[in-house]
């Protein structure tokens, strides 16, 4: 689960990471009034969406008077912003964060993240804050210092002052940057976060450490533990198909091809979504209906699936375990009678009463398209595809 930058910004402060001082509205007027409270000088006026490079989208502006933020603020509500993140579409902004101007010297990155290779979190830091990392990683990855966290002992402090003078911090900035650093992983571990990142976090005239920006994505296995960080969700956000394929516990992400995938296992799910690419097709989804689903789930699943205008064929891959082959055949056969499922289907499926789910199939009377192997099922899919 992602939130916004002004929600992460309070979450980091109380655990004593330094935020700039600011607020969010989602109306102009009040944006001038806030500029104000932060002393009518420079302020700096943020769109809030989930996503990346919005300065360069034209969602972030300098406004030099309360008056030019009202300004600032009405143009930026209700636009839709298009970044390198949301995609042509792009996100309609509902809200600003008015923020005090800052004097910098420095832009610095800085993140946390799960290393699954590793096991372990990996606290990142770089010299060429304010750049998107991947390009950083990419072009100069010299530039990017980075230190593995024992999860049994956390982060020490030479560990932290390892990654401040490796990235160029003097003296005293680095013990201003060991705070910050131990408080950005007592953040990252309290909240179950999956990624922390501050891009930038800056270096002020006076030599503070701030946090200037800050994006937070929380493990949603954890979020019964979090029912405050759970509130902070924005529906609007996100995919309307995945929305409500959470409402059934289905594991579904919305990708732009057009071949539906309904698959029963994640590490099985994303093997059909490559076997697809191999036979030059493009998947529209990754669909896991879990290995314990039901004929109400594969009927949830398949209105999932025909909700995206997209998709031209579907293909089924099952491995029948606690899902026996048998009622998935059931599951399929019912749901495309109820909905009317226009497009072609195929179904690859082996494993528990795989003989009787086969049968099942052929007698539905129905123009079901079977296959003996993945590589088979893919190949049938994509030419049913177009």
Not at 164 to 191: E, M, P, R
Not at 263 to 272: D, F, K, P, S
């Amino acid at each position: 689960m992602k939130i916004h930058e002004y929600q992460a910004k309070a979450i980091l402060a109380r655990h004593g990471v330094p935020v700039p001082r600011g607020e969010v509205t989602s109306t102009p007027s009040e944006a001038g009034e806030i500029a104000t409270r932060l002393g009518g000088a420079v302020v700096v006026v943020k769109a809030q969406i989930h996503a990346g490079g919005r300065g360069k989208g034209g969602g972030v502006k300098l406004a030099k008077s309360p008056d030019e933020a009202v300004k600032l603020a009405r143009d930026m509500i209700g636009m839709t912003l298009i970044t390198h993140q949301t995609g042509p579409e792009g996100r309609v902004v509902g809200r600003v964060l008015v923020e005090e101007g800052l004097q910098m010297t420095r832009e610095l990155y800085l993140s946390i993240v799960l290393d699954r290779a590793a096991g372990k979190p990996v606290v990142m830091a770089s010299a060429a804050g304010g750049m998107d990392i991947e390009e950083v990683a990419d072009k100069t990855p010299e530039k990017i210092v980075r230190v593995y966290i024992e999860p049994g002992v956390g982060i020490v402090p030479f560990e932290a002052r390892q990654l401040g003078f490796g990235i160029g911090l003097d003296g005293a900035q680095v013990n201003k940057f060991v705070k910050v650093v131990s408080s950005l992983y007592d953040a990252y571990l309290s909240t179950d976060c999956s990624l922390l990142e501050i891009n930038p976090l800056v270096v002020t005239a006076a030599g503070d450490l701030l946090a200037l920006d800050a994006k937070m994505t929380f493990d949603d296995n954890a979020l019964y533990r979090h029912a405050d960080i759970k509130e902070l969700r924005d529906l609007g956000e996100e995919d309307p198909l995945e929305i409500e394929a959470s409402k059934f516990n289905l594991n579904y992400i919305h990708l732009d091809g057009n071949i539906g995938c309904m698959v029963n296992g994640a590490g099985l799910a994303m093997a059909t979504m490559d076997i697809i690419k191999l036979a030059g097709g493009e998947p529209a989804n990754f669909l896991d209906v879990g290995g314990g689903a039901n004929a109400e789930q594969i009927r949830n699943a398949f209105k999932i699936l025909m909700s995206d205008n997209k998709v031209k064929a579907v293909l089924i891959n099952i491995f029948g375990g606690i899902l026996r082959c048998d009622v998935l055949a059931q599951g399929v056969i019912a749901a495309v009678k109820e909905l009317g499922v226009p497009v072609p289907i195929v179904i690859r499926m082996e494993g528990t009463n795989v003989d009787e789910g086969k049968r099942l199939l052929r007698e539905s009377g129905m123009k079901l398209t079977t296959a003996d192997s993945m590589d088979e099922a893919a190949k049938k899919v994509v030419e049913l595809a177009g």
